[in-house]
């Protein structure tokens, strides 16, 4: 069973910086596509950003010019640098994996997430 774990994550000031990882704990092949999600309580998990494979980064427009995505698809890696923090950003963040294979005219899939992240943005 391979999982995906996070690191970094925290406390920080509004308009300070937190830099998150994820990596694999075996290998996984054949990634489309990795991305990362949050969830702020009482609120459903969304997306905020998505790198697909040969791809650039996608940003929702909360995080666009704040957050910069960065991936390695061989070694199953990904990153989130989080500048410019706002208290909004406070949640719970999640990377997720997506790696489809096919055979023939049988598509394989399956899904990786991390245990997520707390990030809190207080004064």
């Known amino acids: 069973q391979v999982n995906l774990v996070e690191s970094g994550g925290g406390l920080v000031q509004p308009g300070g910086s937190l830099s998150l990882s994820c990596e694999a704990s075996?290998?996984?092949?054949?990634?489309?596509?990795m991305d990362w999600h949050r969830q702020a309580p009482g609120k459903e998990r969304e997306l905020v950003a998505t790198?697909?494979?040969?791809?650039?980064?996608l940003y929702v427009d909360a995080v666009r010019g704040r957050f910069t995505m960065s991936g390695d698809f061989a070694k199953n890696t990904m990153y989130l640098q989080m500048d410019s923090l706002k208290p909004e950003d406070t949640a719970v963040y999640y990377c997720?994996?997506?790696?489809?294979?096919?055979?023939?005219?049988?598509?394989?899939?399956?899904?990786?997430w991390g245990q997520g992240t707390q990030v809190t943005v207080s004064s």
């Open positions: 790198l697909y494979s040969g791809g650039t980064p």
């Open positions: 075996g290998s996984i092949s054949s990634i489309a596509s």
């Open positions: 997720h994996m997506y790696s489809e294979t096919h055979k023939g005219w049988t598509r394989y899939s399956k899904d990786y």
